[in-house]
């Protein structure tokens, strides 16, 4: 039970360390410092609730038990801190409205007053025996100490409640992001898993006033709970970031790697290949490639064959492709007649109108011209297609 104690103080540093520099940037965001408040408190709730923790502090201030009010107090603003949560992402960002300045100043001040009244019935308490694991179920039948377990678990119980109950009231909303909504799910079940912590205190303590034994479900489920719920909070947290960051990244690499076969062509064309940078970012690589491929298009833009384009997307349509895909097929047989022509006759004049050739679909549509190049059947069906079309045409 001790090594998982840190292990939940991890994921929660983690997930602390990844929007940090969000909050830090836009520290007027309230939800951002919601977020940022809440990340803080349950790492330090983790840190200060273990074992080794909890004997360091009681031998520094010389209190028996001090760390109790102290473990206590920061889940109760652990507590705030999830509700004021909920309030900054019900109403909005910006949101600076009556009603959200009061929920917030209701919150804060109910909550305060909960951390007032720990630290008050522990001063009235008479608690000498200092206990690491089961201060709750020992001290459960001792004057105000009792109040005190009693008041936060209540405290708790409440916030993780009402954290839980909106959370998943707003996963059943339409329009949101599919990562964002997998960040809900895991602080949905996270926040329920709090509930399991909440009924294994409260039983034990309950058994023990009633003269019962079952300290277990205190000192072993209950902390094994907290860990679960502390690891899904954050796995909640870092979803969304960690999701879509890596979707973007995913989707600059397939695009970079759907233009291969047009940059190959083009690499025949000039000679050349892209620039590179070991440390350069995707989108810096993606542009390169871009750049590369249109300034190569740019060189043989004065072999396109106009004719050869106009019957070719005649033929691409005669054999059943869609507009779109027709046109990018058109592209790929234009550019491929155009590079075999720059091969054979540097210095040929195109067929193009007077006014040029006409490169604004291909400069435009590299992607689609790309993968176009990766179905050579079908370069090929329309390639023949638009000969017979051209053999037709001169009979």
């Known amino acids: 039970m001790y090594i998982s104690f840190w292990i939940p103080t991890v994921i929660l540093t983690a997930a602390l360390a990844i929007k940090l520099p969000s909050i830090v940037k836009m520290w007027r965001d309230p939800l951002l410092r919601a977020v940022g408040g809440l990340l803080l408190f349950a790492c330090a709730v983790f840190v200060f609730a273990a074992p080794d923790t909890i004997a360091w502090t009681n031998r520094v201030t010389g209190v028996p038990n001090i760390s109790a009010p102290w473990v206590y107090s920061l889940l109760t603003a652990l507590c705030a801190s999830w509700l004021l949560l909920i309030i900054a992402w019900r109403n909005g960002l910006s949101d600076g409205s009556t009603a959200t300045r009061r929920a917030t100043r209701w919150v804060v001040s109910v909550y305060a007053g909960v951390v007032a ?3 008050g019935l522990f001063a009235l308490a008479d608690a000498p025996v200092e206990r690491l ?5 020992y001290y459960a039948t001792t004057p105000f100490m009792r109040e005190m377990i009693l008041l936060y678990l209540l405290a708790h119980t409440v916030a993780c409640a009402v954290t839980a109950r909106l959370i998943w009231n707003w996963i059943r909303t339409d329009g949101l992001d599919a990562w964002l909504r997998w960040g809900l799910r895991f602080l949905g079940v996270g926040y329920a898993t709090n509930l399991l912590f909440d009924a294994s205190k ?9 003269g019962h034994d079952l300290d277990w479900l205190s000192t072993d489920l209950a902390p094994s709970a907290a860990c679960v719920s502390a690891s899904l909070v954050a796995v909640g947290f870092i979803i969304p970031h960690a999701g879509q960051y890596l979707h973007e990244r995913w989707r600059i690499r397939l695009h970079r790697l759907r ?3 047009l940059y190959l062509l083009m690499r025949s064309v000039t000679g050349g290949r892209e620039p590179f940078a070991l440390r350069g970012t995707g989108e810096l690589r993606l542009i390169r490639r871009e750049t590369f491929i249109r300034d ?16 070719s997307y005649e033929a691409a349509l005669a054999l059943g492709f869609p507009p779109a895909r027709a046109e990018a097929l058109t592209a790929a047989v234009t550019i491929l007649d155009a590079v075999d022509t720059r091969k054979r006759s540097p210095e040929a004049e ?7 050739p006409d490169t604004a679909y291909l400069l435009r549509e590299i992607q689609a011209v790309s993968r176009a190049l990766r179905h050579p059947d079908d370069i090929k069906a329309v390639r023949a297609r638009a000969a017979a079309l051209a053999e037709k045409a001169r009979a």
């Open 296 to 311: 190569g298009l740019l060189q043989v833009s004065r072999h396109l064959d106009e004719d050869l384009r106009g019957r």
């Open 133 to 137: 694991r089961d201060l709750d179920t």
């Open 117 to 119: 009244a720990l630290w």
């Open 202 to 210: 409260l039983t034990a303590v309950v058994a023990r006033w009633t």
């Open 259 to 261: 233009l291969r076969p």
């Open 350 to 356: 195109s067929t193009a109108s007077p006014s040029g």
